[in-house]
């Protein structure tokens, strides 16, 4: 069974400074992996996905990479403002007859500092 | 604006009482799904649906029901045999149950027991 994990679990870091999140999953098969922001009560939005035949994705301050083989991924955000503040979580969608199942790992509660 | 509408935002359930979730989307996408998220953890499947007419069990179905008798609609049912309800309920959406596409989330109905 796939298991998705996310160290640390907050993260508190002063404006300016770059961030680093850490996602880690058991099963290498998978169809691809997804970030998420969450907000404070609020839905989930999604930032990148990742295919499983691609090594990066990038929007804007935000870029993810995935590393299949030692199950992996990493969301690198630039130069964080207060506004990054939020919740990020990960997800993988495992490679199953019925797509889009995804399972989430525990999110990363980041606090940017003006 | 195209979205996914949940309600009510906040709701109360009595012992033995069913109480049903709304679920609407505009979007014209094919799948829907149904998540529960409890204090500081990730995401967990109750629910999927890959077209109208048809739905299947997830990781934690027990305990809940859902339909899908059209296809902007998906509410989901919390009965009386889920004996934890309490937790933030959240509904998704994807064009089609393919994978590659990435999920749009509503913003939640959070579910307490009086």
């Known amino acids: 069974k796939q298991e998705v994990t996310q160290i640390p679990a907050a993260l508190s870091v002063p404006e300016g400074e770059n961030l680093v999140l850490n996602c880690s999953f058991t099963?290498?098969?998978?169809?691809?992996l997804q970030w998420f922001r969450q907000d404070p009560g609020k839905g989930l939005t999604s930032l990148l996905l990742?295919?499983?035949?691609?090594r990066e994705q990038t929007s804007g301050r935000l870029n993810a990479s995935l590393d299949k083989s030692s199950g992996r991924s990493t969301l690198y955000i630039a130069a964080s403002q207060p506004g990054d503040s939020a919740t990020y979580l990960c997800?993988?969608?495992?490679?199953?007859?019925?797509?889009?199942?995804?399972?989430f790992g525990g999110g990363t509660r980041v606090l940017v500092k003006p | 604006d195209g979205g996914i509408t949940q309600s009510p935002k906040y709701l109360f359930r009595k012992e033995g009482q069913n109480v049903t979730l709304s679920c609407e989307q505009n979007?014209?996408?094919?799948?829907m799904y149904w998540y529960r998220q409890d204090p500081g953890q990730g995401l967990r499947l109750i629910y999927y649906?890959?077209?109208?007419?048809?739905?299947q069990k997830g990781d934690i179905a027990e305990g809940y029901s859902v339909s899908r008798e059209k296809k902007e609609s998906f509410p989901l049912t919390v009965t009386s045999a889920q004996k934890n309800p309490t937790a933030f309920y959240l509904c998704?959406?994807?064009?089609?149950?393919?994978?590659?596409?990435?999920?749009?989330f509503g913003d939640g109905t959070r579910l307490s027991i009086l």
């Open positions: 649906s890959q077209i109208v007419n048809d739905f």
């Open positions: 990742i295919q499983s035949s691609q």
């Open positions: 099963d290498s098969a998978i169809y691809n």
């Open positions: 998704a959406s994807s064009i089609d149950h393919n994978g590659n596409q990435p999920q749009h």
């Open positions: 997800a993988v969608d495992g490679w199953e007859a019925a797509g889009n199942k995804l399972t």
């Open positions: 979007l014209n996408h094919d799948a």
